[in-house]
T-cell receptor, first 114, second 115 residues
């Protein structure tokens, strides 16, 4: 079985500060890991994903995430927050032989203060 | 710019009425997912299809929900009869393949309010 835990349902940072959104997963098969972003009144949009290879993955809008197998983590970071980063962020896990299904975490709402 | 479309974007209905939501997946995508999003439960997978065949609908309340793909360009989610607890945003997503590596492309959602 697979599951995802996102630590912190709300995170608030100042504009220009580091963004760190935490995601831990459990999986009985090698995981494929995703971060999606949801802006108000919109659907989810892929930020980045890890499948195999390099464990540091770069995505859109300056975000990156690092897959750490030993820590079962896939935390999302951005060096400098922008007001436009305010949104809800979802971590998700899948794996081979899972039929293409994604298991989502509960989401973390990011607020950016001027 | 290919995208998933959903209609209607908003629906307000009274308890007991039938609700039908429609989704047009991205052309060429062979997998369609239906999700429900609420504050309490977050994102829940209701059902999904591959090549128009239902693969898993274990997330759906069977007595009132049904999902179909009449053709490759249309997926429908029906609730009959609707109840206030069905109030949520319903998302359709489409994608390719079944390896688990592939991105899902989400539509803008249908916001359902049942009074």
């Amino acid at each position: 079985a697979q599951s995802v835990t996102q630590l912190g349902s709300h995170v608030s940072v100042s504009e220009g500060a580091l963004v760190l959104l935490r995601c831990n997963y459990s999986s009985s098969v090698p995981p494929y890991l995703f971060w999606y972003v949801q802006y108000p009144n919109q659907g989810l949009q892929l930020l980045l994903k890890y499948t195999t290879g390099a464990t540091l993955v770069k995505g859109i809008n300056g975000f990156e995430a690092e897959f750490k197998k030993s820590e079962t983590s896939f935390h999302l970071t951005k060096p400098s927050a922008h007001m436009s980063d305010a949104a809800e962020y979802f971590c998700a896990v899948s794996g081979i032989n899972q039929g293409g299904k994604l298991i989502f975490g509960q989401g973390t709402e990011l607020s950016v203060k001027p | 710019d290919a995208r998933v479309t959903q209609t209607p974007r908003h629906k307000v209905t009274e308890m007991g009425q039938e609700v039908t939501m429609r989704c047009q997946p991205i052309l060429g995508h062979n997998t369609v997912f239906w999700y429900r999003q609420t504050m309490m439960q977050g994102l829940e997978l209701l059902a999904y299809f591959r090549n128009r065949a239902p693969l898993d609908d274990s997330g759906m309340p069977k007595d009132r929900f049904s999902a179909e793909m009449p053709d490759a360009t249309l997926a429908t989610l029906k609730i009959q009869p609707s109840e206030p607890r069905d109030s949520a945003v319903y998302f359709c997503a489409s994608g390719l393949g079944m390896t688990g590596r592939d991105e899902q492309y989400f539509g803008p959602g249908t916001r359902l309010t049942v009074t």
